[in-house]
């Protein structure tokens, strides 16, 4: 993250230089792929110019695990984003090429369709979510390697120019090689835990007695619902929550530069959180009990910390049945999606 104001500038710059050519897709015919939505998920949105169709999904989930964007080509997407745990990563901060490493937690990317504008990233520096690769690629703790680079390698590798072709009519460049990320991304919908047939679909016996308990703890005992709610289980604003006292990393404030926000952080989804750990922008809470008694103690003390972070009584079943609550969020169904893995041929970073 160090090239951040470097990753904003060439992000300026891939923008301004790609408003011209950004080729509506009115313009050549597309069919779009119509992902299906759970119940009581809200469709999201898809930019006009990157409607959703197979070849762009298809390409997007090649590239998403394909070394060959990083660098020395050691670093895919993927390897910090693993599938079986909702697509985040097991260590507080992942390492990126030659083992360097960032500052934050790798999140889920479970349900990022849904991020909207100035939300993406927990301190929302970028701006969509097509945007957000640019970001990982170009920074030398994670990729290390320049939207150029990439796209004159991708130029050269026979493979790709047909699927570029196929997917936007052009070849690989910053706007293609972006949008069809963003495109694979935008699949990765996680609607049918076994929360979702309980609340969604009316299925009365698909939560326990205790997961139930723990779901009227969460919404109504102690209000983590207060943040923590909607479809996504967040309210997507941003809030210090007693992390620490003194934060190392600035959060909102890093691109507000406004003190108010300091330690503040986008409130993350809770889906699939029983696979997600370690916990926090910074891994720094490596279980959900240690995150249960955070909250318990109403976090450490800092001047922007959210008056709704309060201490809170919990007895010790009301913790068990709020850790199942937790396990119940998690979709089995999309982690085992096959449609998220790799096809046979493009299976070199999950061997690794
Ligand atoms: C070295 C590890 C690493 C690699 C490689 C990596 N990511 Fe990430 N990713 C992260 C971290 C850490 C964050 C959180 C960054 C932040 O919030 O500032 C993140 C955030 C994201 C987000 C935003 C999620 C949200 O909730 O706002 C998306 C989308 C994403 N990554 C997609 C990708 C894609 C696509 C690639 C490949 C081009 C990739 N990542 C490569 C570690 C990585
Ligand atoms: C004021 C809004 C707010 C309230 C109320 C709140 N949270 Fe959070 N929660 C957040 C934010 C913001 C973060 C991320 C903080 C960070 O990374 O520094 C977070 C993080 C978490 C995480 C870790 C998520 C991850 O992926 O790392 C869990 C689990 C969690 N909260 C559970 C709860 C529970 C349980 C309660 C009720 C006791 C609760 N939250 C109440 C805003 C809130």
Redesign the pocket.
């Known amino acids: 993250?160090k090239t951040n104001l470097l990753s904003i500038f060439s992000l300026i710059i891939f923008l301004t230089a790609c408003s011209d050519e950004n080729i509506s897709d009115s313009e050549h015919a597309v069919s779009i792929f119509h992902l299906p939505i759970p119940e009581g998920f809200p469709e999201p949105e898809f930019p006009t110019d990157n409607q959703l169709t197979k070849a762009r999904i298809e390409l997007g989930k090649k590239?998403?695990y394909d070394t060959r964007?990083?660098i020395d080509s050691t670093?895919?997407?993927v390897?910090?984003?693993i599938p079986n745990l909702a697509f985040s990563?097991s260590v507080a901060i992942?390492?990126?090429v030659k083992r360097k490493l960032?500052f934050?937690?790798?999140?889920t990317?479970a349900n990022?369709a849904y991020?909207g504008k100035k939300?993406?990233?927990?301190?929302g520096?970028v701006v969509k979510?097509d945007l957000?690769?640019v970001?990982?690629?170009e920074d030398e703790?994670?990729?290390g390697f320049t939207i150029a680079g990439l796209s004159k390698r991708l130029q050269n590798i026979p493979e790709y120019e047909p699927l570029f072709q196929k997917a936007y009519n052009r070849g690989a460049d910053p706007f293609s090689i972006t949008r069809a990320?963003g495109s694979f991304?935008r699949t990765l919908i996680s609607g049918n835990s076994r929360y979702d047939q309980y609340v969604n679909q009316k299925k009365e016996n698909a939560l326990t007695e205790s997961e139930k308990r723990g779901k009227t703890i969460f919404f109504d005992k102690v209000n983590c619902g207060n943040c923590h709610h909607g479809h996504n289980l967040t309210n997507y604003e941003f809030a210090n929550v007693g992390v620490h006292e003194k934060y190392a990393d600035r959060g909102r404030a890093r691109i507000t530069l406004d003190e108010k926000d300091d330690g503040k952080f986008?409130v993350p989804t809770l889906r699939n959180i029983a696979l997600t750990a370690p916990y926090m922008?910074d891994g720094s809470i490596a279980t959900l009990e240690e995150v249960i008694e955070h909250y318990i103690i109403g976090g450490k003390d800092h001047p922007n910390k959210d008056p709704r972070i309060q201490p809170i009584n919990l007895t010790e079943a009301d913790k068990v049945d709020l850790i199942h609550f937790f396990e119940s969020l998690t979709d089995s169904a999309f982690i085992n999606n096959q449609n998220f893995l790799p096809n046979e041929s493009n299976s070199n970073a999950m061997k690794q």
């Open positions: 993250m590239l998403f964007l990083s670093i895919a997407c390897s910090c984003h990563d992942s390492p990126g960032g934050r937690n790798a999140p990317l990022v991020l939300k993406v990233n927990k301190d520096g979510l957000q690769a970001v990982p690629i703790m994670e990729m990320l991304l986008r922008h």
